[in-house]
C-alpha cells in the first residue's frame, strides 16, 4: 500500500492551499491520519490529526484557526486546508497513517506508514 500526497505548491503570504492524502492498496484499517511538516534544519513536527472513529481532529497551536483537516471515505482521501498561509508554513509536508490507536497524535513514532512528501513554499 501506499500514502500519495498532493496539492503542495508556491503561494504568497496570506494564501491558501489544499493538500490530499490518499491511501491505496492498504489491507487494514487506519485509526487515524496525520499531517506532519518538516522545514529546512528543523524537526519533524505533527500538525494535524484526525480519529477515523469519532472524526475527533487535534491541530497544532501554530495553525489552529488557520488549518482544517477532514476526510472523505469514498475516496480514501484525507485533506488539509490550509488558510492564511504565513512563511513558517513553508515546508515539506507528510501524511501519516497509523493502524493503532493513538497515544500522543503528534509524535511521528506513533505512525507505521507515510508518503513521499509535497513542499508547501510560503513568500512573504
Known amino acids: 500500500g501506499q500514502l500519495v500526497e498532493s496539492g503542495g505548491g508556491k503561494v504568497q503570504s496570506g494564501g491558501s492551499l489544499r493538500l490530499s492524502c490518499t491511501a491505496s492498496?492498504?489491507?487494514?484499517?487506519?485509526?487515524?491520519i496525520g499531517w506532519f511538516r518538516q522545514a529546512p534544519g528543523k524537526e519533524r513536527e505533527g500538525v494535524s490529526c484526525?480519529?477515523?472513529?469519532?472524526?475527533?481532529?487535534y491541530y497544532a497551536n501554530s495553525v489552529k484557526g488557520r488549518f482544517t483537516i477532514s476526510r472523505d471515505n469514498t475516496k480514501n482521501t484525507v485533506y488539509l486546508e490550509m488558510n492564511s498561509l504565513k512563511p513558517e508554513d513553508t515546508a515539506v509536508y507528510y501524511c501519516a497513517a497509523s493502524e493503532k490507536l493513538l497515544r500522543l497524535w503528534e509524535v511521528s513514532e506513533e505512525y507505521g506508514y507515510w508518503g513521499q512528501g509535497t513542499q508547501v513554499t510560503v513568500s512573504s
Open positions: 492498496g492498504f489491507g487494514l484499517h487506519f485509526y487515524a
Open positions: 484526525i480519529n477515523t472513529i469519532d472524526d475527533s481532529t
